[in-house]
T-cell receptor, first 116, second 109 residues
Framework: GAVVSQHPSRVICKSGTSVKIECRSLDFQATTMFWYRQFPKQSLMLMATSNEGSKATYEQGVEKDKFLINHASLTLSTLTVTSAHPEDSSFYIC????????????FGQGTRLTVV | RKEVEQDPGPFNVPEGATVAFNCTYSNSASQSFFWYRQDCRKEPKLLMSVYSSGNEDGRFTAQLNRASQYISLLIRDSKLSDSATYLCVVNPRGNQFYFGTGTSLTVIP
């Protein structure tokens, strides 16, 4: 099946710095990629939908200037957390929707961000 | 109202027990339903899709009730390795997926 590769798997950064998370589709082209955030003991919450060649769509309450999404190619979507703060510490995960012959979504391995 | 509602648990059951999870969804036009399993600090992995007629995979049985807008997951003969969080996932339209809060299961020796 399709594989989505996400990295880094874990990152610790200082408050005020920016962190970039990459999500690659390895054997298929993903025109759309979903970015989720998961706080401890909570479910995955959709943050935004990245679209290749156009602007990302953000969910209500997600600051687009803080969470920059770029989908420059059909195999790469990036999420940059700008000026990170401790409250941004979370598990970030990307997901590619199913293709024409698949029914399940494919997830990256997730990135655990800790801002100190 | 949330798209998907799920009892977060936790469920603590002895080995060999049968346990059931339920999940309700708000969009009556939803087409696809899934149960995912998520281990601590890992990405969710598909456990099984849920079909209208119900489906079974070994010790796992999934049911869909469209009239009441809920889906269920039954695990028989629980194993220690079944300990995880089980996520109810609904695909109401297009490529969008909505997740329940997850139900935490711990199987005790």
């Amino acid at each position: 099946g399709a594989v989505v590769s996400q990295h880094p798997s874990r990152v610790i950064c200082k408050s005020g710095t920016s962190v970039k998370i990459e999500c690659r589709s390895l054997d298929f082209q993903a025109t759309t990629m979903f970015w989720y955030r998961q706080f401890p003991k909570q479910s995955l919450m959709l943050m935004a939908t990245s679209n290749e060649g156009s602007k990302a769509t953000y969910e209500q309450g997600v600051e687009k200037d803080k969470f920059l999404i770029n989908h420059a190619s059909l195999t790469l979507s990036t999420l940059t957390v700008t000026s990170a703060h401790p409250e941004d510490s979370s598990f970030y995960i990307c997901s590619a929707p199913p293709g024409a012959y698949e029914t399940e979504a494919f997830f990256g391995q997730g990135t655990r961000l800790t801002v100190v | 109202r949330k798209e998907v509602e799920q009892d977060p648990g936790p469920f603590n059951v002895p080995e060999g027990a049968t346990v059931a999870f339920n999940c309700t969804y708000s969009n009556s036009a939803s087409q696809s339903f899934f149960w995912y399993r998520q281990d601590c600090r890992k990405e969710p992995k598909l456990l099984m899709s849920v079909y209208s007629s119900g489906n079974e995979d070994g010790r796992f049985t999934a049911q869909l009730n469209r009239a009441s807008q809920y889906i269920s997951l039954l695990i028989r003969d629980s194993k220690l390795s079944d300990s995880a969080t089980y996520l109810c996932v609904v695909n109401p339209r297009g490529n969008q997926f909505y997740f329940g809060t997850g139900t935490s299961l711990t199987v005790i020796p």
